[in-house]
DNA sequence: CCTTGACCTAAAGTTAGGTTTAGAAATTAC
DNA sequence: GTAATTTCTAAACCTAACTTTAGGTCAAGG
């Protein structure tokens, strides 16, 4: 097997240790594009084994794959990502974490000042506030706080 | 109406923002325990107003149902919880956030530390540490990063 | 009394992120 | 050259956290 002929997936999967099952849903997802060989099985880069690092490195700080493509999409499309150009993703991987943790801290705070006062089913309090609501894990609509009545 | 009669469902649900369905749903998970009246609907006390509006808020901290169901299971089964109560069980979900909080930086000081490196697919990078890997959202099985090879 | 709105149950549908299965074709190993 | 692996596609299945739907019952107002 010539070196520049590429990865088979179960080779990509050993490398990475994603299931074969997981990276052809990525690809489906559009996170990750192999080209076929003569026979119509999928081929990999070698680059290809850090993007799919990064996409559980980026899974892990709760992105989802929609957000991952994204951040992915300031990748070169064309030539093989330098540490240069990988060192920038990041960068913007590490804006998103540092939201999480001020929310989460802000959300820390809310409670600290809640656990004193009592309030927990009080429209004023902090922790009702919209914006804190994170558009969490699961579907459908999360309905918010309406304008409760008293009490 | 007489007061003691307990709240109907359907102002429950506009009194906490939650849907109809969602409270329902939350009793079949055993997070809220509501009595029947004689024509088999369901009445809620209002201290069960606080109860929910806790499961929304330790929702937004990233616990699961049977997490909230875990620490809600601390509060006094027969009489009405009191603000102590309250307090208890809030500290109990600061605990779980202070350890979100420290997942998340430990992660966060990893990635600073492989910005410059580069090492973004190496086995020995700290963002593969199997330890930091959340359970996170979305079920089946996670493989973790296996012994790969060199690069 | 009767209509309208709220409530009931059970089952099926939804989204995210995958896995499993089934049957067929390509590769590799001997 | 054949057997054993891999890989292929498509579709079904899985969990969490709900919503929607269908068909029927309860409760409140006039």
Redo the contacts with the bound molecule.
């Keep these: ?1 010539a070196v520049s002929e590429g990865l ?4 990509l ?1 050993r490398r990475t240790g994603l ?4 990276i ?3 690809e489906a ?1 559009g996170l990750i594009a192999p080209w ?7 081929r990999y880069q070698r680059a290809d084994i850090r993007r799919l690092s990064f996409v559980m490195i980026a ?1 892990q700080f709760g992105l ?3 957000e991952i493509r994204e951040v992915l999409s300031g990748l070169p499309g064309k030539r093989t990502p330098t540490p240069q150009d990988w060192k920038a993703i990041s960068v913007r991987l590490r804006t998103h974490l540092d939201q999480r943790i001020d929310t989460l801290k802000r959300l820390r705070d809310n409670l600290d000042g809640c656990i004193g006062c009592g309030c927990l089913s009080l429209p004023k309090c902090k922790l009702y506030n919209p914006d804190d609501r994170a558009k969490s ?7 918010l706080m309406g304008d409760a009545p008293e009490d």
């Design positions: 097997m088979a997936i179960g080779a999967a299931a074969v099952s997981a052809r849903y990525y997802q076929r060989n003569a026979g119509g099985q999928r899974q989802t794959l929609p894990h699961g579907s459908g609509p999360r309905y």
